[in-house]
Each structure stands twice: as structure tokens, then as C-alpha cells.
């Protein structure tokens, strides 16, 4: 269950209720709430721009987390004020996702829990045998495309991030599971065992770490790959014959392979390093054909699965990310698409 408190003093809840003529009345509730679940902060201080067009009425959700103890998602207000944690089972709550009055949100390696605005909990969509790893979004037909890995009984037939799942959430069923390794598979035999687990503990090669995804419409989709710090559009994914559309990344990484297929860079600037967070934005000011992508932008070339100099680009780090300052994560970044 969610919770919202401010447990050091009682709160008031107002409630104005219109019936069918348009008659209001409003309740009153009187409520004090036990103290939170969690060590999160209840406040956070707030840095103020009066000069920016001011916040609209909702809530920032913190997510994406996880750790050895409880994980939750917390929600606060534009005054920085905890607002509600809601408990999950483990492993992070990736995206929250909305569709026809339900918000879906992982909750497990295994599960993804869809509430009402009640916060009742009305359909566990479950993963089955695969694990399910960063991202998910929805399909037109309102599936749920998961990101996903399989542990076998040994290295040799295990996935590790480079499954992405077709589930229908209201059947609660894998409809298709696509393989990128038969999409990409010249690419994939060029690469090599890096470790036995990647830094998550997923078992098997993870030669191209999948780490989000977007619906494109027209059974495209965008997806980042960090162990290869690019971005692909791969289109007739569902269909019988899957194609690579482009490739956002380095020339000289896929040339052997793919080089065909990756964009030219126009202007002058570093490409990403194990970027998260690809979003495609469309635009009305942009010519026809045109969109952005935005992403979070680690700043970090490491393959650990293909023998490939990182340092060549200028600014990139390649020492382990614990090691590195905020100073040295470029935040985030946007390119800008014709197609």
C-alpha cells in the first residue's frame, strides 16, 4: 500500500464532491499517519528559479533503486516534501507506465504490478522463466514489451540482457520472445566471454546489455545498448524478418559488421559512453521526418565482451564508474534525427 504522511502532526484532507447538477460539498477527514517504512528523507531542500515557468500540481517519483534492505518508490511534492513510499518485493521499480487508468511498474525481477488510482493492486503480470532487466513499454495493441535475460544451467545457454519479451498483460501470457542475438548474430560472434556474471550477476555472455526501450509504432523500436555505447532502431521486430534500420555509436566499432548501417555524425562532439535512458521526443518545430532522442549519458567505454580501445574518444572515461565524480558524468544529451 502506498502512504502519505506528514506524521508529525495531524493532516487535514479535503474532499469537494460534485453530483450530476453540478452541487458541491465538501468533507473534511482528520488523519495522523504512522511513521514511514523507509530511511528516505521526509524533506528536501528546494532551490527555487522564480525566472522558469512555475510547476504544475504533482509528484516526483524517486525509483530505480535497489539494495540488500526494503526498496521502495518515494514520491514527493513540488516543496519537497515526502509524499508516499510505496513498498516493492525487490530487485527496482524501472519506469512507471500508464494505460486506461492503471499505472504499471516492476516490482521484482519476475513481476510487474499494475493499481488503480486507489493504489488497489489489479493485475500481476509475471515473467515466467526469464528475469526481467532495466526497461518495458507498451506496444499499440497494449502488450508489454519487457526487457529480459534467461538463466540456463550453464554459461553456454544462458541470456544475459539481450531478450526482449512480448507479454499481454491482461492474459498474463509471453506472447513471442525475440532473441537479438538472431537479429545481430554477426556482430555476436565477434565477441568473447568476458566474465561468467556481469555486474548485476546475470549469468551469460552479455555481449550487448539492453538497457531501454522505445515504441516507435509500426513494430519499431528504439533500444540502448551499453555494452556497445550505441543506439539501434530495429524495425519489423515481431515479423518474420527483423531489420536494422541505423545504429547511433562509433564508426570504427562496427565496421567490421554493421558499419553500413551507422549514422553519419554531423558537427562535432563525443559520442556516448554506456548511455541509459533513451527517450524519443517528437516535435513540432522540427521538420517533417525529425525527432530527438534524449539519454542519460554515463560517460563510460567499457566492452567487457569485445576488444575495443575506448580511449580514442576524446573525454571518455573507462575506469570503473564507482571511481568517478559527478563532474565527470556528462548528464544528459540530445540528437537530433532525420529519417
Not at 503480470?125 to 519487457?146: A, P, Q, R, S, W
Not at 517528437?282 to 534524449?294: K, N, R
Not at 580514442?312 to 564508474?321: A, C, K
Request: contains cysteine.
Amino acid at each position: 500500500m502506498t502512504r502519505f504522511f506528514d506524521y508529525s502532526t495531524t493532516n487535514t484532507i479535503t474532499f469537494t464532491l460534485t453530483d450530476a447538477i453540478g452541487k458541491k460539498t465538501t468533507k473534511t477527514v482528520k488523519y495522523k499517519m504512522r511513521k514511514k517504512l523507509g530511511v528516505e528523507e521526509t524533506n528536501l531542500q528546494v532551490t527555487a528559479n522564480n525566472e522558469i515557468q512555475s510547476l504544475s500540481n504533482g509528484l516526483y517519483a524517486i525509483l530505480g533503486n535497489d539494495s540488500d534492505d526494503q526498496d521502495f518508490v518515494y514520491y514527493y511534492d513540488n516543496n519537497g516534501t515526502l509524499r508516499g513510499e510505496t513498498p516493492i518485493v525487490g530487485y527496482r521499480a524501472h519506469r512507471l507506465l500508464f494505460r486506461n487508468g492503471l499505472m504499471y511498474y516492476s516490482i521484482s525481477e519476475t513481476k510487474i504490478a499494475a493499481v488503480n488510482s486507489l493504489v488497489q493492486v489489479k493485475k500481476i503480470i509475471h515473467t515466467g522463466n526469464y528475469e526481467l532487466h532495466h526497461d518495458y513499454c507498451f506496444d499499440d495493441d497494449g502488450n508489454l514489451l519487457v526487457l529480459g535475460s534467461k538463466e540456463g544451467d550453464s554459461y553456454s545457454d544462458s541470456n544475459s540482457e539481450d531478450l526482449i519479451l512480448r507479454i499481454d498483460p491482461d492474459k498474463d501470457k509471453i506472447l513471442q520472445v525475440i532473441d537479438l542475438g538472431e537479429i545481430l548474430g554477426d556482430y555476436k560472434a565477434t565477441t568473447h566471454k568476458g566474465s561468467t556474471t556481469n555486474q548485476e550477476g546475470v549469468l551469460g555472455l552479455d555481449w550487448m546489455h539492453i538497457n531501454a526501450i522505445q515504441w516507435l509504432g509500426n513494430n519499431t523500436v528504439i533500444l540502448s545498448s551499453r555494452e556497445t555505447s550505441s543506439i539501434l532502431k530495429i524495425s519489423n521486430l515481431f515479423g518474420d524478418s527483423p531489420n536494422i534500420d541505423y545504429i547511433i555509436g562509433q564508426q570504427n566499432f562496427w565496421d567490421a559488421t554493421y558499419g553500413d548501417k551507422v549514422l553519419t555524425q554531423v558537427g562535432t562532439f563525443p559520442n556516448t559512453g554506456g548511455q541509459h535512458s533513451v527517450t524519443i521526443e517528437y516535435d513540432d518545430s522540427l521538420p517533417d521526418g525529425q525527432y530527438y532522442l534524449y539519454m542519460f549519458n554515463n560517460n563510460y567505454g567499457v566492452s567487457a565482451t569485445q576488444d575495443y580501445d575506448w580511449t580514442q574518444i576524446d573525454g571518455i572515461y573507462t575506469t570503473s564508474m564507482s571511481q568517478m565524480t559527478t563532474e565527470k558524468l556528462r548528464m544528459h544529451r540530445r540528437i537530433t534525427i532525420s529519417i
